[in-house]
């Protein structure tokens, strides 16, 4: 299963920004997917996830109320919605999946794409 990142770029503080990853439709349905991050010289961090039913999400502490993650089964893609964004929030985004139930760790996932960045300047 291919996962490809779109949307990154670069945004002023306080902007919005919505990263898109698209999955093969074939396996979607029974993925459930996170985004992570990833900023210079620090480890991977957990951003977002959702369930494969998509009744279930979660939330770092620091993205809770901006960022909203979503799943569209009909175009096979799980989205990012990031507004008020922050310098803090410089990082590549990457999605990842795994069968069925979401995690919080980086460990939890078995499919990575490649990335993508996101640039926030103040």
């Known amino acids: 299963v291919q996962l490809v990142e779109s949307g990154g770029g670069v945004v002023q503080a306080g902007g919005s920004l919505r990263l898109s990853c698209a999955a093969d439709g074939r396996f979607f349905i029974n993925y459930a997917f996170g985004w992570f991050r990833q900023a210079p010289g620090k480890e991977r961090e957990f951003v977002s996830a959702i369930n494969w039913s998509g009744d279930s999400t979660s939330y770092a502490d620091s993205v809770k109320d901006r960022f909203i993650i979503s799943r569209d089964k009909a175009v096979s893609t799980v989205d990012l919605q990031m507004s008020d964004l922050q310098p803090e929030d410089t990082a590549v985004y990457f999605c990842?999946?795994?069968?069925?139930?979401?995690?919080?760790?980086?460990?939890?996932?078995?499919?990575w794409g490649q990335g993508t960045q996101v640039t926030v300047s103040s």
């Open positions: 990842a999946a795994r069968l069925y139930h979401s995690g919080t760790a980086a460990e939890d996932y078995d499919l």
